[in-house]
């Protein structure tokens, strides 16, 4: 695990769009994450696990949109968990530390 946005809310999902999550700017900064990043989504209200790609929100909306397809697996207010991974030599993962972030889950904001 490279990054982790523990337990974000869903603000939006847009079935018609191409595909991927919007993420607020804020949220990608602390969490290590740029866009086109892969990454997946766990969805805390159904089960449902997924991946995808991050696209760039506007920063210090707290926007979390599920767009494309999976908008059909992760809906408006769902809570969600956003992690990626990474690939790294065995030696630099035994001391490497993650991003592992804890918005408030109503507004997404940083705590």
Do not use: W
Not at 36 to 47: D, L, R, S, T, Y
Request: glycine share 8%.
């Amino acid at each position: 695990m490279k990054s982790k946005l523990h337990r974000v809310r869903i603000t939006g999902a847009d079935l018609n769009y191409i595909g991927s999550i919007t993420i607020d700017r804020d949220l990608m900064d602390a969490a290590n994450l740029i866009e086109g990043e892969k990454v997946q989504v766990v969805n805390i209200n159904n089960g449902a696990r997924l991946e995808t790609y991050v696209i760039t929100g506007e920063r210090g909306s707290g926007e979390v949109c599920m767009n494309g397809p999976a908008a059909r697996l992760v809906q408006k207010d769902d809570i969600v968990i956003i992690i990626s991974y990474a690939r790294m030599d065995f030696e630099a993962a035994k001391t490497f530390k993650p991003f592992v972030i804890f918005p408030n889950e109503k507004t997404n904001t940083l705590k």
